[in-house]
């Protein structure tokens, strides 16, 4: 634990010890007699104590009873040798040993005594230990090999005395190991399939293998050397026995993976041992693992034993005989000789081949752990005396290292983080094997260093691979070199953090950056060092904290920010003197964090790092003022205030003391921040609270210390602050309001976020602060400040619609004592009863999941035996059924068992009514609450802890057999034939019908006719003789009316019926999974234990079966698999034979049932297969993960041999396996459970995918296209971006290929066959099936600067098919070519394969021009050089222009593409988008300038367009409106260049008057094509923007925007006018509108709003028209105010509709973004402009914008208090302006601007009115339709509450009002009719809310919470009404 020096720390909290559990050791053994006649109890000698021991009954104290005996055994005295009480003390002891488990704390204690017998007695342990491992290792019973295996292995691990004796029997203990490796081989052939004992028995061979070679290891010399020379020693016999063992296993493919390795490694060890001759022993292994052994290389021995690895070894085989070369041989000091050497080079060409071949993740994964084993034998190799060739062999530059750096290349951005991981290390010890290589040689410079750095820096930034091998490299070469290179590395690594996924490697590369830096730096001794390190590193990091998007700070701040003041932590002060200064006025917006934001950001961290402290003495001593932290933890911006709070509550010290004003910040900031809608944001709040809290609970620990040392001590208190009862009274104050704080933020209608925090907040307060009985020293206890009310609070969360807020509620109910719940009267608990049995009955879902909660929450009580008394007597229970009546049994079981048996009989009553109507159950009944709340109520309690299994079984037996009940009523529904088993809605005019033919195919057992005529259900009609006749059936209505038992009448729906159940379907699959996942099995039918039977469970897994092989609804089968992965997953881990075999039986019959397509097959065959996959997934996923996955292999080759297109097609039926394999391959592969697994199979499915494409059947391709597209993802990833250049989802060819090598011929192939079809010398029309997901997947790879000679998977044959299949006669085919050969190029090849593609273009004289061909090829050329402009060039300018000038004149020769020669338009405009590509370049690039030939050029074709001279096409013609756009694109371009450029501009003077650039602007925007006026109108915007389009806004021009703002057709085009007009200057706009068109401000103001409100309009127009008509309102106001006082009255009232809650966001922002504007003029001006009654009316606007749903709403609605405080520009009473604050310090600060204002206009008295009015609201509770219509619609959840709370409107509008009225002196009477007309309507409703609370049920929180909630808020804003007003009396 950190601390100050001189200052003690205490321990927070005192941890209860983990109890020591050891299991005791039991001995029955005739040595025990032997021992009794020599005990001794007067002097505890040593049999006394042994028999002590034993007799013992806890292993814990066994375990001191052996301490007390070592001393004995130490002292023992040379005269007890030899006697028989010390050989019955030794045999005892050994026994002792032999018979404790292995894992058992005894064995080891057991061993130490032994080693502790003194030396003279040292015989006669060793003696009687031999005797009995001699005994242990004769054992001939094969269940005892595992234990005798761990004795042995025990003995060896480091314990002297057994180590002698096992070597004494080496020869013994091998054969014994011969006999079990024999005895596990034969049995594992036995066990195959059951993956539990196979999986056990993997574990017992593994020991034994290791076992043997740590044996092997330990053998004395003499025994080795006895090996070597002696052919028939014996033990070599046993040693060659173990051999061919060990070639079994490595040659058995059912065996672990970790297995065979340490086999392989067994083997080479043995040879090492047998084979003295290193020259032999290597070219021995050499052979081996190259698969060439001669007759006459190989010893008679090994031939006789091995035969087996001297034939064609398996890879895997070949592999781990590699790593056992690696890992067992000498490779240090060159041992082996030259032999090594070329071992050495033979086992880096093996194994570089096995990567080619290996696909499989786990030998990948293996493979890259063995090269990466293998170079670091080479350093060792190298680095010692090997011969100079070999050095030289193995320097970078050698074909070796560089083959090397070829497969890192490839798998540094493996999937697995494994594999990626060891390519780093390999690449590391590349270098270092490199640099040993060359040691020695002459040169400062290393070519080989400096080509590779240079490599990696051309890479672009996006590769991840690439940042761990500079990392690496910056070891080598320094990161000056680097800097060298490039300066601005820093900032490149730095802008690639704003991705989350490249953080944490940019940052380790970073680091060693930094770090590297700071150490050449220190290394020149120069002082000034510190200022460059802070330049290069600091400096960015703070530009980019300030002025960098938020999203892409956050990441530089986690990864980045610690590491650099780990680095230096002097770098603080500097950041900190930087951002301090700049805080208070860059306080940062929306967008960036600002100084204010990067300076939080900074403490934070530095906080947290434990590199500041902010408190001492019990104080605050921040760097910083509480007022700066302040506003960041009310800032806009969530990230801020998170810093902000993190500032206050992490700190590096768990018990650094929470200083007085951190508790009040505390304070401060959760009044505004508890409604936050972000989850992120919500959750980091919570979690830095529950920080702090932990930090006031240890540091109170602490306090408490110190204070009673001061006691201790007699110490008087000479400072109050310093004193730590002082501090313990603050944090007991601070903890007592907190909770009350968050208690009363439950309040009724508060937001979803609110409680969500309020909840989880108290939730980490009852954790840390628990009741602890008996403790003195407890700061604050939870409980204790809980109050009735508070429990109220938190039962009404069970109403809440989001199941989150009830699951918090309840577990922070389940915290509280019986005593604070205060429901110890039945009463009480009846009425909840009461309320959850009705609510189980609700048509909607969420009340029956409050009633599953508060079921769960009455369990827990332990009075509720009276209140199911009371409840059964009301006729919920049988008179049949037995209460539990077991009085030992907790009362929680109890519980759970009645309220369980009260559930299930009022289901059963259902059912039998369902059976008789659905229709009825659906309406008023449905099924599903009661099964939902089962299965809550079996949750609350751990079914394998029952005490009472003989009540349970009938139960549970009884409860399933309601669910089939249930099931087979409901499941004909979702079985039916309908479409993913839906039913037509309602209000449908033919839907009756519908309806009908459905319910007559399904037939439910429906006694009545009620699916056929709706009717009413009355209780005094017989439903069977009142039959309506049909004619008197509306034809328009499909529902019944039915009426319950209070008259009230609901409609029955379609709807209804269906979700009746397909819910019930899903929760009975939900209870049967859970049935099987938490019951205990009972295997024996007499067995006492166990709660489910065998047949029980082969029940369950038919239903489940049938479920998900014949559901049609997605909803019941995807339901179906959560419950029947559930039982998967129980059987895989059953001890039963029968159910363990049952998955793979399963899977086996349904890929027969797929495979054979039989008519008769009862599968579900829809388009996606329905269930099956699902059913197959599951079965799939309960694989054990440590197997060799031997389902999933056996059902991929199944499957994808299926899913290839089969020869044989003669008909639609056998397509149906191909469709149903599609769809399996597409779930497995998207499984991500199943994980690499798949991987190696991906490669022939894509091949299915593609060749299905092709199919004639629909349903094969559609099914194609669905696993194509999971596999595109599978491979690439999920795309983030919506670039589709972007390289983030993409990967080299190299790796792809790599990775998937079956792909390469398969898609050459392909790509060859689509090239053919789509480019066939006729030009007809064709187009390949396959094309586009050719292209799709080829556009995905790209070419490396990496990729070097060595790779045989090259991209470049695939360029040229691609570029054919760019002459496609399909316009969308040419374009996706083009675009596939863009990444196929690189960067520095595309100038070059522009210009000779532009050369092959024709000439105006050719006699044949395809202008398809022309096409494809200038669509190529267009996406090259757009991709080559946007790349980040390194190279130099130089060589960049010449490419320029080459492509140009390039372009210069097919020049007539682009003019009137060409009579295609389509050409014509991909030409003129070529043109422009290149202008637009050289307007960016300064130093690129294009020749006076090329603009001449240019200025030609523009001159020859259409939009100049006229038009000899109209729009009909194919691709003129492409053309035009094109043409004016290239014209906006050099205009734009024209308004850019200062010096040499675009030499429009030699050309004619109407290429005038004014002109050109007038033309385009009197163009007929509203495409042509969209682009210029574009244009003209973005230049107002930059301030630069006044060159061009002549008057003609503003004459044109005006007629087209009146008369323009097209709606984008109009948006564009109004938002150019708004950038212009106001008074332009009024002298245009007077000038040209004689309008008045007056009428130009009413135009303007009467675009607004013309419905027609898009949201867009109306939010353009009014911005525009505000910035008229703040000109004209002021000036011309009476004459336009009725547009004013209109567009006040314009204003305040377009805040209305109901309409679109985007005309919301446009309102606050006007009420934002017009704050300084007509909101806070020093008199009302417009009117008191108006100027409130938009500051209720205001108000209601920041309680709008809409965050982005809020977030601009709550920059008007930053505007008024820039106006006002004058320092609060608090010394500190909130100018960039959250909407909920907005909303305070508003109101109280408003009453400020009203004080200031002299309007109080009217302004009181106003308020008074706005805080009463209206009366709506007199409208039941709201209610009604709420509690008939399904889904329908009431208001939907996710911000706006009532309540705080109405709480913060009454404070400020009272201080309004305080403060102020009123000129108000009493007797003023308004406020006797507030106060009237005030009292009535206060009466009218008491008389409707009296009307509710006795909980209406749960029964009529929408109502009941509407109550609550009306009564608070009455009081508080009457409260002002009788405030307004006394005044």
């Known amino acids: 634990m950190h601390g100050v020096p001189g200052k003690l720390h205490f321990k927070m909290v005192v941890k209860k010890k983990k109890e020591l559990s050891v299991d005791p050791l039991y001995l029955d053994s005739p040595n025990l007699k032997n021992l009794k006649p020599f005990t001794d109890e007067t002097e505890q000698n040593l049999p006394f104590l042994l028999l002590q021991c034993l007799q013992l009954q806890d292993g814990v104290q066994q375990i001191h009873c052996i301490k007390k005996i070592v001393p004995l055994l130490e002292s023992l005295p040379s005269s007890s040798s030899g006697t028989e009480v010390l050989r019955c003390c030794m045999d005892v002891l050994a026994e002792m040993y032999f018979i404790v488990g292995a894992k058992n704390p005894l064995k080891k204690v057991l061993a130490s005594a032994l080693n502790s017998v003194s030396d003279p007695c040292k015989n006669e342990a060793i003696s009687a230990f031999t005797s009995h491992l001699r005994k242990d290792i004769a054992v001939d019973d094969a269940g005892s090999y595992r234990r005798v295996m761990d004795n042995l292995a025990s003995c060896m691990d480091g314990f002297r005395l057994g180590i002698g004796c096992v070597i004494s029997l080496i020869p013994e203990a091998l054969q014994f190991l011969v006999k079990v490796l024999h005895t596990f081989q034969s049995q594992n052939k036995k066990i195959l399939g059951d993956g539990l004992a196979q999986t056990q028995l993997m574990y017992d061979l593994l020991t034994a293998v290791k076992l043997s070679m740590v044996l092997v290891q330990k053998c004395p010399d003499s025994v080795q050397d006895s090996i070597h020379h002696d052919v028939e020693y014996p033990l070599r016999k046993t040693m060659c026995d173990l051999l061919s063992s060990f070639c079994g296993i490595l040659l058995d493919d059912d065996l672990l993976q970790n297995l065979q390795s340490t086999t392989g490694m067994a083997v080479i060890l043995y040879l090492k041992t047998m084979l003295k001759d290193c020259d032999n022993l290597t070219k021995l292994v050499s052979n081996l693992i190259l698969q060439s052994p001669g007759p006459g290389d190989v010893p008679v021995w090994f031939m006789s034993c091995c035969d087996s690895l001297c034939k064609d070894l398996p890879d895997a085989a070949v592999l781990f005989l590699c790593q056992g070369a690696l890992a067992m041989l000498e490779w240090k000091d060159g041992n082996l000789g030259c032999g090594g050497e070329k071992l050495l080079v033979n086992l880096l060409t093996v194994l570089l081949s096995l990567s080619a071949r290996l696909r499989e993740s786990s030998t990948a994964l293996f493979?890259?752990?063995?090269?990466?084993?293998?170079?670091?034998?080479?350093?060792?190799?190298?680095?010692?005396?090997?011969?100079?060739?070999?050095?030289?062999?193995?320097?970078?530059?050698?074909?070796?290292?560089?083959?090397?750096?070829?497969?890192?290349?490839?798998?540094?951005?493996?999937?697995?983080?494994?594999?990626?991981?060891?390519?780093?290390?390999?690449?590391?010890?590349?270098?270092?094997?490199?640099?040993?290589?060359?040691?020695g040689q002459s040169g400062d410079e290393d070519p080989f260093l400096s080509e590779l750095t240079q490599k990696l820096l051309n890479l672009e930034w996006h590769s991840k691979g690439k940042y761990a091998s500079l990392a690496c490299l910056v070891e080598c070469v320094g990161t000056e070199k680097l800097l060298s290179v490039d300066e601005r590395i820093p900032s490149q690594i730095l802008d690639v953090m704003a991705d989350q996924s490249f953080a944490p490697y940019a940052s380790n590369l970073l680091e060693a950056m930094f770090i590297n830096h700071k150490k050449q730096l220190q290394a020149t001794r120069q002082s000034c060092w510190v200022e460059r390190w802070q330049r290069v590193w600091v400096s960015p990091l703070i530009l980019r904290l300030c002025e960098e998007n938020v999203t892409q700070t956050t990441y530089i701040t986690d990864y980045y920010l610690p590491k650099l003041l780990k680095c230096n932590p002097d770098s603080l002060n500097y950041m900190i003197e930087n951002l301090k200064t700049s805080a208070s006025l860059n306080v940062g917006s929306g967008d960036n964090l600002g100084a204010l934001g990067a300076l939080m950001a900074c403490l934070r961290t530095a906080r947290a790092h434990g590199h500041l402290r902010f408190t001492a003495n019990y104080a605050w001593s921040g760097r910083v003022s509480a007022s700066l932290i302040q506003q960041g933890l009310v800032h806009k911006h969530d990230q801020i205030r998170i810093d902000a709070l993190g500032l206050l509550c992490e700190s590096h010290w768990s018990t650094e003391v929470v200083s007085l004003d951190e508790m009040n910040l505390i304070k401060f900031f959760l009044k505004y921040n508890l409604n936050c809608q972000s989850p992120s944001i919500r959750q980091q709040l919570c979690y830095l609270l529950k920080k702090l809290f932990c930090r006031v609970q240890e540091s109170s620990q602490v306090l408490y210390k110190h204070q009673q040392s001061r006691t201790l001590r007699g110490e008087e208190d000479t400072d109050s602050k310093a004193d730590p009862c002082t501090a313990l009274n603050h944090y007991t104050e601070f903890m007592s309001s907190i909770t009350d704080y968050l208690f009363e933020s439950l309040f009724p209608c508060s937001s979803h976020p609110t409680r969500f925090s309020a909840l989880t907040i108290l939730g980490s307060i009852a954790e840390i602060f628990p009741i602890v009985p008996g403790s003195c020293q407890t700061v604050f206890q939870f409980a204790q400040s809980v109050s009735g009310n508070n429990v109220h609070a938190l039962l009404e969360c069970f109403s809440n619609t989001f199941e989150e807020v009830k699951l918090l509620a309840f577990e922070l109910l389940r915290t509280l004592p019986p005593s604070v719940l205060g429901l110890q009267e039945p009463e009480k608990l009846l009425a909840l009863l009461q309320a959850a049995m009705n609510l189980s009955t609700s048509t909607k879902h969420f009340d029956c999941v409050t009633a599953s909660y508060l079921l769960n929450f009455l369990i827990q009580q332990e009075g509720l035996d009276v209140a199911l008394g009371q409840l059964a007597q009301d006729g919920h229970r049988d008179a049949n059924d037995q209460p539990f009546i077991i009085e030992r049994t907790s009362f929680v079981e109890r519980n759970t068992f009645n309220v369980i048996q009260i559930l299930m009989d009022s289901l059963e009553n259902e059912?039998?009514?369902?059976?008789?109507?659905?229709?009825?159950?659906?309406?008023?009944?449905?099924?599903?609450?009661?099964?939902?709340?089962?299965?809550?109520?079996?949750?609350?309690?751990?079914?394998?802890d029952v005490s009472n299994v003989v009540q349970w079984r009938p139960l549970l037996s009884r409860l399933i057999s309601i669910s089939y009940w249930l099931s087979a009523i409901v499941s004909p529904v979702v079985h039916s034939s309908s479409p993913e088993g839906l039913m037509p809605m309602d209000t449908e005019s033919e839907a009756a019908a519908q309806l009908h033919m459905i319910m007559s195919e399904i037939k439910p057992r429906d006694t009545n006719d009620y699916f056929t005529q709706p009717r009413i259900l009355q209780k005094e009609y017989d439903l069977h003789s009142q039959a309506l006749p049909e004619d008197r059936v509306p034809s328009n209505t499909l529902c019944a009316e039915m009426k319950g038992g209070e008259g009230a009448s609901c409609n029955v729906t379609a709807q209804m019926v269906l979700v009746c159940c397909w819910r019930s379907m899903k929760e009975v699959s939900l209870l049967l999974g859970f049935l099987c996942q938490s019951l205990p099995l009972q295997t024996d039918l007499d067995s006492p234990q166990g709660l489910v039977t065998v047949e029980q469970v082969n029940e369950m897994g038919d239903y489940f079966k049938h479920h998900l092989l014949q559901s049609r609804h997605r909803g019941a089968f995807e339901l179906a698999y959560v419950g029947f992965v559930k039982l998967t997953e129980m059987l895989i881990g059953c001890k039963e034979e029968s159910l363990r075999c049952l998955p793979r039986q399963w899977l086996c019959n349904v890929l027969e049932e797929i495979k054979s397509s039989d008519p008769s097959s009862r599968l579900c065959a829809t388009r996606r297969s329905a269930g099956i996959p699902f059913y197959i997934q599951a079965l799939l996923a309960s694989e054990p993960k440590n197997s060799k996955a031997g389902l999933l292999k056996m059902t991929m080759k199944e499957l994808i041999s299926l899913a290839m297109p089969s020869s044989d097609l003669y008909g639609n039926n056998s397509t149906i396996p191909q469709v149903h394999a599609l769809n399996i391959l597409r779930a497995v592969f998207r499984d991500t459970r199943l994980g690499e697994n798949v991987i190696p199979y991906v490669g022939e499915g894509t091949q299915a995918a593609i060749l299905g494409f092709t199919s004639p059947v629909w349903a094969v391709r559609n099914s194609s296209t669905l696993l194509f597209s999971t596999l595109i993802t599978r491979i690439f990833g999920v795309k983030r971006g919506k670039d589709e250049r972007s390289k983030k989802n993409r990967m080299t060819g190299r790796e792809f290929f790599s990775r998937f090598p079956t792909l390469y011929p398969f898609l050459l192939e392909q790509l060859e066959i689509v090239a053919n079809t789509v480019d066939s010398h006729t030009g007809e029309l064709k187009l390949h099936p396959s094309l586009y997901l050719l292209l799709l997947i080829l556009s995905k790879l790209y070419p490396s600067p990496m990729d070097g000679t060595y790779s045989t998977l090259s991209m470049a044959p695939f360029i040229p098919f691609i570029m054919r299949c760019g002459h496609s006669p399909v316009y969308r085919s040419r374009e996706m070519a083009a675009r596939a050969l863009v990444p196929f190029l690189m960067v520095q090849d595309i100038p070059q394969t522009a210009a000779n593609l532009l050369r092959s273009l024709p000439d105006c004289s050719s006699v044949m021009v395809r202008q398809n061909h022309i096409h494809g090829v200038l669509l190529q050329i267009l996406y090259m050089l757009q991709s080559f402009f946007e790349a980040k060039h390194i190279a130099n300018s130089e060589r960049l222009q010449q490419e320029i000038y080459d492509i140009t004149d390039s372009l210069k020769a097919s020049l007539w593409l682009a003019k009137r020669q060409n009579p295609c338009l389509v050409t014509r405009a991909t030409f003129t988008d070529i043109l422009n590509?290149?202008?637009?370049?050289?307007?960016?690039?300064?130093?690129?300038?294009?020749?006076?030939?090329?603009?001449?050029?240019?200025?030609?074709?523009?001159?020859?367009?259409?939009?100049?001279?006229?038009?000899?096409?109209?729009?009909?013609?194919?691709?003129?409106?492409?053309?035009?756009?094109?043409?004016?694109?290239?014209?906006?371009?050099?205009?734009?260049?024209?308004?850019?450029?200062?010096?040499?501009?675009?030499?429009?003077?030699?050309?004619?008057?109407?290429?005038?650039?004014?002109?050109?602007?007038?033309?385009?925007?009197?163009?007929?094509?509203?495409?042509?006026?969209?682009?210029?109108?574009?244009?003209?915007?973005?230049?107002?923007?930059?301030?630069?389009?006044?060159?061009?806004?002549?008057?003609?021009?503003?004459?044109?925007?005006?007629?087209?703002?009146?008369?323009?057709?097209?709606?984008?085009?109009l948006r564009q006018v109004l938002r150019i007009l708004y950038e212009m200057n106001v008074e332009k706009i009024l002298v245009t509108a007077k000038y040209h068109f004689q309008m008045e401000p007056k009428d130009l103001l009413k135009r303007i709003i009467n675009l607004v409100s013309t419905s027609s309009h898009s949201v867009e127009i109306q939010c353009s028209a009014l911005k525009l008509s505000s910035k008229l309102v703040i000109s004209l106001a002021s000036k011309v105010q009476e004459a336009i006082e009725s547009e004013l009255k209109d567009w006040v009232a314009l204003v305040v509709h377009c805040c209305g809650d109901e309409l679109q966001t985007e005309v919301k922002l446009a309102a606050a973004e006007i009420l934002t504007d017009i704050v300084p003029d007509l909101l806070t001006s020093r008199r009302p402009v417009l009117g008191l009654s108006d100027t409130l009316q938009l500051w209720m606007c205001v108000i209601l914008l920041l309680q709008s749903e809409d965050p982005e709403v809020r977030d601009v609605a709550a920059d008007i208090i930053r505007v008024y405080h820039t106006q006002k520009n004058n320092p609060s009473e608090t010394g500190f302006l909130y100018c960039t604050v959250n909407p909920p310090m907005a909303l305070d600060l508003t109101f109280g601007i408003l009453c400020e204002l009203l004080q200031q206009w002299n309007h109080v008295a009217h302004g009181v009115t106003v308020l008074l009015e706005w805080l009463l609201g209206e009366d709506d509770l007199g409208s039941p339709e709201t209610t009604k219509m709420v509690e008939d619609d399904l889904f329908e959840k009431g208001e939907a509450n996710f911000w706006a709370e009532k309540l705080v409107y109405v709480r913060l509008l009454s404070k400020h009002l009272k201080e309004l009225i305080t403060s102020t002196p009123l000129c108000l009477q009493p007797q003023d009719t308004k406020l006797l007309q507030i106060s009237q309507a005030a009292y009535e409703l206060s009466e009218k809310i008491q008389r409707s609370l009296h009307g509710l049920p006795p909980t209406p929180g749960f029964l009529k919470t929408t109502e009941y909630t509407r109550l609550l808020i009306h009564k608070e804003r009455t009081e508080n009404c009457i409260q002002i007003l009788e405030l307004i009396n006394k005044k």
């Open 1477 to 1613: 590509t290149v202008i637009c370049y050289s307007g960016k690039d300064r130093d690129q300038a294009l020749t006076s030939n090329f603009w001449e050029d240019i200025h030609r074709v523009i001159g020859d367009c259409e939009l100049i001279e006229e038009a000899e096409h109209t729009a009909a013609v194919p691709g003129f409106i492409l053309y035009l756009q094109s043409v004016t694109r290239l014209i906006l371009s050099m205009l734009n260049l024209d308004v850019q450029v200062e010096g040499p501009k675009a030499d429009w003077v030699g050309l004619t008057k109407k290429l005038n650039p004014s002109c050109l602007v007038q033309r385009m925007l009197g163009s007929e094509f509203h495409e042509v006026r969209l682009l210029t109108l574009e244009s003209l915007l973005q230049w107002m923007k930059e301030s630069r389009g006044d060159a061009y806004l002549s008057h003609e021009v503003q004459k044109i925007l005006f007629q087209m703002m009146m008369k323009e057709n097209s709606l984008e085009c």
């Open 367 to 439: 493979l890259s752990r063995i090269l990466a084993m293998w170079t670091i034998s080479a350093i060792d190799l190298v680095s010692s005396s090997c011969s100079r060739d070999f050095k030289e062999n193995f320097n970078g530059h050698s074909s070796a290292l560089c083959k090397l750096l070829e497969y890192v290349y490839v798998h540094w951005e493996h999937p697995l983080d494994a594999v990626r991981h060891q390519a780093k290390l390999v690449f590391k010890n590349i270098l270092k094997i490199h640099h040993a290589a060359v040691a």
């Open 911 to 944: 059912i039998l009514q369902a059976e008789n109507s659905l229709l009825e159950a659906a309406a008023s009944f449905p099924l599903y609450g009661r099964v939902h709340c089962i299965i809550g109520a079996l949750q609350q309690f751990s079914m394998w």
